[in-house]
């Protein structure tokens, strides 16, 4: 991969950051259909990309937010969450590699990741666009906290989205929370499962090809863009935040169509 390439990499990765730290979805579901459109890299290269930069993102905001002693993450439910999240995390990584060696061609793990997402968040949007009329649980046993944890990095991982829309959808309808108090639980749990994701890439040797500099710039685009992104979210409101949601899950559903067609197609 170029230089130029590498940079319109990081690039894509600051903007993705940038709202995936004001909405709480974490920046890998714009980025990684957004990275599939180049056809640059490999589909196993560009999960593991964007994964280090939700990584670096997501851990830039969790600490930045502990340091300043916001409350905005509810420990008591996001823990159980999160820790389910790392061992479903685990799942979805070997889901990835054994849906990936099935097919005839190692590519076309990208047209599956991306019919996943194009369903997934058309759902959200509906449910998004309509919650106002569904009624909201309040979850509080830790057993469901971790099965619903479990569930949520299994496909985060096998997206390759780090957590995503997915996250705030259940955040809002199992736990009952607001936009932005969904944001900040969300980025909590996308930090262990994506954590767990990296880690389980490292032990088992699957790391992707890739060159040094477009790994750097990435990481760093991710806690620029986490910086920004949550300067941004202090100054929005929750109804703001939800409009930049809903236009970005409009954008995420178009690629994904795209990318569908992209891969799968002979």
Same mark, same amino acid.
């Given at each position: 991969?170029?230089?130029?390439?590498?940079?319109?990499?990081?690039?894509?990765?600051?903007?993705?950051?940038?709202?995936? /730290?004001?909405?709480?979805?974490?920046? =890998?579901?714009?980025?990684? #259909?957004?990275?599939? !459109?180049?056809? $640059?890299?490999?589909?196993?290269?560009?999960?593991?990309?964007?994964? %280090?930069?939700?990584?670096?993102?997501? %851990?830039?905001?969790?600490?930045?937010?502990?340091?300043?002693?916001?409350?905005?993450?509810? !420990?008591?439910?996001?823990?159980?969450?999160?820790?389910?999240?790392?061992?479903?995390?685990?799942? =979805?990584?070997?889901?990835?590699?054994?849906?990936?060696?099935?097919?005839?061609?190692?590519?076309?793990?990208?047209?599956?990741?991306? /019919?996943?997402?194009?369903?997934?968040? !058309?759902?959200?949007?509906?449910?998004?666009?309509?919650?106002?009329?569904?009624? @909201?649980?309040?979850? @509080?046993?830790?057993?469901? %906290?971790?099965?619903?944890?479990?569930?949520? =990095?299994?496909?985060?991982?096998?997206?390759?989205?780090?957590?995503? #829309?997915?996250?705030?959808?259940?955040?809002?309808?199992?736990?009952?929370?607001?936009?932005?108090?969904?944001?900040?639980?969300?980025?909590?749990?996308?930090?262990?499962?994506?954590?767990?994701?990296?880690?389980? @890439?490292?032990?088992?040797?699957?790391? #992707?090809?890739?060159?040094?500099? @477009?790994?750097?710039?990435?990481?760093?685009?991710?806690?620029?863009?986490?910086?920004?992104?949550?300067?941004?979210?202090?100054?929005?409101?929750?109804?703001?935040?939800?409009? !930049?949601?809903?236009?970005?899950? =409009?954008?995420?559903?178009?690629?994904?169509?795209?990318?569908? $067609?992209?891969?799968?197609?002979?």
């Amino acid at each position: 991969m170029s230089i130029v390439q590498s940079m319109l990499f990081a690039l894509v990765g600051f903007f993705a950051s940038v709202a995936g /730290a004001i909405c709480g979805i974490g920046g =890998g579901v714009i980025m990684k #259909p957004a990275l599939d !459109l180049f056809g $640059w890299a490999s589909v196993s290269t560009i999960s593991f990309l964007s994964g %280090c930069t939700v990584l670096a993102m997501s %851990c830039y905001s969790v600490i930045k937010s502990m340091l300043a002693k916001e409350q905005s993450v509810n !420990l008591k439910t996001a823990t159980p969450l999160a820790f389910g999240a790392a061992v479903g995390g685990v799942l =979805g990584k070997q889901m990835f590699s054994a849906v990936k060696n099935s097919l005839p061609n190692p590519d076309m793990v990208g047209g599956v990741q991306a /019919a996943c997402l194009l369903v997934i968040t !058309l759902l959200t949007l509906l449910y998004t666009l309509n919650k106002e009329k569904i009624s @909201t649980l309040q979850v @509080t046993s830790l057993v469901a %906290c971790g099965t619903i944890g479990v569930l949520l =990095g299994i496909m985060s991982s096998f997206l390759g989205i780090g957590g995503g #829309p997915i996250n705030l959808v259940v955040l809002y309808f199992f736990f009952g929370m607001d936009t932005k108090t969904a944001a900040a639980n969300s980025l909590y749990i996308i930090l262990f499962s994506q954590a767990t994701s990296f880690a389980t @890439t490292l032990i088992t040797r699957t790391v #992707p090809q890739f060159t040094a500099i @477009t790994l750097v710039l990435m990481v760093f685009s991710g806690i620029l863009g986490g910086a920004a992104g949550r300067i941004v979210n202090k100054q929005m409101d929750n109804q703001r935040v939800e409009k !930049l949601f809903v236009g970005l899950m =409009g954008l995420i559903i178009l690629a994904s169509a795209y990318n569908t $067609w992209q891969y799968m197609m002979p």
